[in-house]
Each structure stands twice: as C-alpha cells, then as structure tokens.
Nanobody
Framework: QVQLVESGGGSVQAGGSLRLSCAGPARTISTSAMAWFRQAPGKEREFVAAITWNGDRIVYADSVKGRFTIARKHASASVSLQMNSLRPEDTAVYYC?????????????WGQGTQVTVSS
C-alpha cells in the first residue's frame, strides 16, 4: 500500500496564495505520474492538475490555468501545488494522487486530503 501525505492547506483570503505538498515513497513519487484533485462540499471530486514522472507533460483544469502550478522535486520525493490568486470557489479538500491508471485523471493511490478555505 502506497501512503501519500498532503500538507500545506489552510485558510486564506481571496487573492492570497497557498502551497500544497505531497510526500510519499520515493520509488512511487519518482516513477509515477502525479496529480492533484479537489472536492468541495456537496460536489464531486474534480481534477486540478497532473504532471508526468519526468515533468515533460503537465495538464491543468481550465478553472485553475494561470493561477496554479504543479511541480515535482525528485530529490525530496514530493510534488507541490502552488496556488495563487485564490478564489472562494477554490475552497475544497485537496487530494494528492499517484500512479496514473489513465492519464491524466485516473489514479491508483490517494492521500487523505488537506483542507483549503478561501474567504471573500
């Protein structure tokens, strides 16, 4: 079983920034496509961003393009999500995912999630 741990969530005002991080087994992080998803209250989980194992392909949801940046650090076996210009509609639990079953939006392993709350 692969354990992924998200960190960096919190509360911020609209227009602010947060940086999420996902850590896990080095073998999994370094060789797998990784992604971020989110789920707002009463809504289905939605895709946010994904990055291939070597970073040569990155995909973003239209709703976050130009505001969010996904990146990976092989040295620390982690993947980050830099979130700028946050909006109230970005409020959700954010989940890290690893090992794509179907690129870019189906994955085998999931973290427990970290809450992001954006106030207006």
């Amino acid at each position: 079983q692969v354990q992924l741990v998200e960190s960096g969530g919190g509360s911020v005002q609209a227009g602010g920034s947060l940086r999420l991080s996902c850590a896990g087994p080095a073998r999994t992080i370094s060789t797998s496509a990784m992604a971020w998803f989110r789920q707002a209250p009463g809504k289905e989980r939605e895709f946010v961003a994904a990055i291939t194992w070597n970073g040569d392909r990155i995909v973003y949801a239209d709703s976050v393009k130009g505001r969010f940046t996904i990146a990976r650090k092989h040295a620390s076996a982690s993947v980050s999500l830099q979130m700028n210009s946050l909006r109230p509609e970005d409020t959700a639990v954010y989940y890290c995912a690893a090992e794509a079953r179907s690129w870019p939006d189906e994955y085998n392993y999931w973290g427990q999630g970290t809450q992001v709350t954006v106030s207006s």
